[in-house]
Structure formats: structure tokens, C-alpha cells
């Protein structure tokens, strides 16, 4: 199981701002998820690493065909 970061953890471990990976994630270009709106995101590593590389993350398209089947 991946680890799950902060925004600030998540920006320590891409060498990106925080207003970057907050941005990401507002936008939904970094997949993470909030437990109630406006709350602190919760970002797993390897969502991270995926969003650095370009490629596209399985935890994010298994939520997507969650969402499609309820």
C-alpha cells in the first residue's frame, strides 16, 4: 500500500511549492482526495510519481469505474 501524503509532504517529495501541488490537486491533474470539502488532501505517493512522470494512475481510473457502476 502506498504511503498517503500532505500537501506539504507531497510538494517535499516532488521538489514542487505547495501552491503547486495544491493547484494539482484543486484541478484534479494530481489525484487525491479530501475527506469533506475544503479539508486537507490526502495524496498517495505513487499518485505523485505518476503525475511527475505523465502516465496515467490506476488508483484514479479503479475510483472512476466505482463511481460509473453505483
Excluded at 501552491?19 to 494539482?24: E, G, M, R
Excluded at 484534479?28 to 496515467?56: M, Y
Amino acid at each position: 500500500m502506498s504511503a498517503r501524503l500532505t500537501v506539504r509532504e507531497a510538494a517535499a517529495y516532488a521538489k514542487r511549492s505547495e501552491d503547486w501541488i495544491l493547484k494539482a490537486c484543486q484541478s484534479g491533474a494530481l489525484f487525491a482526495t479530501q475527506r469533506v470539502k475544503g479539508g486537507k488532501w490526502s495524496i498517495r505517493e505513487e499518485s505523485v510519481d505518476h503525475w511527475l512522470d505523465g502516465t496515467s494512475d490506476p488508483a484514479r481510473a479503479a475510483v472512476e469505474q466505482l463511481a460509473q457502476s453505483a
